[in-house]
């Protein structure tokens, strides 16, 4: 996986890319918190859940399913989030699903449950270019990291900053 800090780059571009008008921030930040959530499935390792079971890491909360279901509660809020039920919906997909699909990019783990509930196979993208991040704070504070960090900025914020940066030429045209 991206670290998880590297998951807020996709929210971030898009309100970039779209405006404050169309991404007000209490969506964005709800975009941003959502983009990292599926993480929290690392908390079932601690617990014993094995990593391979739909509910271990990179499993159902990974999937476009969890993306579509989190997205739809929380475009329910969308008076408070002070967006268009449909603008809150599709932002919020965006972001939560963001995460999986960054996921496949690494190169590392044991794929990602994309389609569950349809299927429980996990897949990888055919270009993996992504260094997996280390698992816990202690690995992320290693040697290692600096190359996860300097792939991320590579891979991930460098393309979500133009694809923001091309968003935004776009809407001011």
């Known amino acids: 996986m991206p670290s998880i800090f590297t998951h807020v780059a996709v929210p971030l571009a898009l309100r970039l890319g779209l405006g404050g008008k169309a991404v007000p921030t209490r969506l964005a930040a709800c975009g941003a918190i959502g983009s990292m959530l599926p993480d929290l499935d690392v908390l079932g390792l601690r617990l014993g859940v094995p990593y391979a079971s739909d509910f271990g890491h990179r499993g159902f909360t990974h999937s476009l399913f969890f993306a579509a279901l989190l997205a739809l509660v929380g475009a329910c809020f969308y008076r408070q989030l002070r967006?268009?039920?449909?603008?809150?919906?599709?932002?919020?997909?965006?972001?939560?699903?963001?995460?999986?699909?960054?996921?496949?990019?690494?190169?590392g783990g044991g794929g990602i449950e994309l389609l569950w509930p349809w299927t429980s196979e996990r897949y990888f993208a055919p270009v993996r270019p992504i260094e997996v991040s280390p698992l816990g704070v202690r690995g992320f504070f290693s040697p290692r990291a600096i190359e996860v960090l300097k792939s991320e900025v590579i891979w991930v914020w460098t393309p979500a900053l133009a694809a923001g940066l091309a968003l935004l030429a776009a809407r001011r045209r």
């Open 83 to 107: 967006a268009r039920f449909f603008a809150a919906l599709l932002f919020l997909f965006a972001a939560v699903a963001s995460h999986g699909l960054l996921d496949t990019l690494t190169n």
